[in-house]
């Protein structure tokens, strides 16, 4: 290994190995006329690339981050009619008027749940 980093590093050792070595095609043995009609390193890489590519993974990555909410929502949810259930414990006579105001924190829950998945599809499917 270090063989080849002192080869990378010093060109001039790589013209007295020249005669006494195969040449394979990993670009750290390739002769120097070679390598300078290949591109460089770092425009194949994301650094040099253009903003408007990405990589597949990146969007599965997001999507996944993004997932992590709806189970928020779902924890929103149970907090929700443990509440619930709590407040009827407390007070049986008000158990229409805390039923009706959970459903409604129910719905926007669910609502933030579909956001959330919308935002997510889209995330995944983008380019």
Not at 14 to 20: E, P
Not at 43 to 63: D, E, I, Y
């Amino acid at each position: 290994m270090s063989l080849l980093r002192a080869i990378r590093l010093a060109p001039q050792a790589q013209k007295c190995l020249a005669s006494s070595t195969r040449f394979f095609a990993a670009p750290v043995l390739a002769r120097p006329q070679e390598a300078k009609n290949e591109t460089p390193v770092l425009s194949q890489a994301g650094l040099g690339a253009p903003l408007g590519k990405r990589n597949a993974g990146v969007s599965v990555l997001g999507c996944a981050i993004a997932m992590v909410a709806v189970g928020g929502c779902a924890q929103g949810i149970g907090q929700l009619f443990a509440a619930l259930v709590v407040g009827m414990a407390r007070n049986p006579s008000m158990k229409e008027d805390l039923f009706t105001y959970t459903l409604i924190g129910m719905g926007f829950l669910e609502f933030l749940a579909i956001v959330v998945i919308l935002i997510a599809g889209l995330l995944l499917y983008s380019e």
